[in-house]
């Protein structure tokens, strides 16, 4: 079965500092996967998507996530995080062709002036 | 396009009464999705539909539980009777084909 696991609950950075948050996915085929970002009080929005191609995808807000098929990962990466980058972020895996997602656990991202 | 639509936005209703969220997907997307998310459980799919047909409902939690959607453009979650655990921020989404999915912003259930 497809499952996708971030292994950071909770990860403080300080403003300006590099980031990356980490995904794991277990999935046979070539899988599409997501990143979802939600601010307090919001919904989820898509920061970038990968379903072929380069496996450097650029997304919003200045976010890019490399797919390696060789470790099953899709960390996302931010050069320098923004104090307004403090939320929760979602790894996602689109489950065979049934168009549901799987989500990882989420990774909240607190940012330190 | 507004984005997926959902209403109300906040909802605060005593234990045993019927509860009704609301959504609107975006015109043309063919995929229709209902999630609950609460600290504890984290996002849960609870049912989606795929052209107006419930495809998979096996997250939904119980028989109070009931969705539809009477058409491409409208769709409804029930609890009934709501009970204080039901108490959480319930998702609509939505897709073309299975691409990416968007988002409404949600609806803030508060069962007293």
């Known amino acids: ?113 | 396009d507004a984005g997926v639509i959902q209403s109300p936005r906040h909802e605060v209703t005593e234990m045993g009464q019927e509860v009704t969220l609301r959504c609107k997907p975006i015109s043309g997307h063919d995929y229709l999705f209902w999630y609950r998310q609460t600290m504890m459980r984290g996002l849960e799919l609870l049912i989606y539909f795929n052209n107006n047909v419930p495809i998979d409902d096996s997250g939904m939690p119980e028989d109070r539980f009931s969705a539809k959607m009477p058409n491409a453009s409208f769709s409804t979650l029930k609890i009934q009777p709501s009970e204080p655990r039901d108490s959480a921020v319930y998702f609509c989404a939505s897709s073309f084909n299975t691409g990416e999915q968007f988002f409404g912003p949600g609806t803030r259930l508060t069962v007293l």
């Open chain 1, 1 to 113: 079965a497809q499952s996708v696991t971030q292994p950071d609950i909770h990860i403080t950075v300080s403003e300006g500092a590099s980031l990356e948050l980490r995904c794991n996915y277990s999935y046979g085929a070539t899988p599409y996967l997501f990143w979802y970002v939600q601010s307090p009080g919001q919904g989820l929005q898509l920061l970038l998507k990968y379903f072929s191609g380069d496996t450097l995808v650029q997304g919003i807000k200045g976010f890019e996530a490399e797919f390696k098929r060789s470790q099953s990962s899709f960390n996302l990466r931010k050069p320098s995080v923004h104090w307004s980058d403090a939320a929760e972020y979602f790894c996602a895996v689109v489950s065979g062709n049934t168009g549901k997602l799987i989500f990882g656990q989420g990774t909240t991202l607190q940012v330190k002036p």
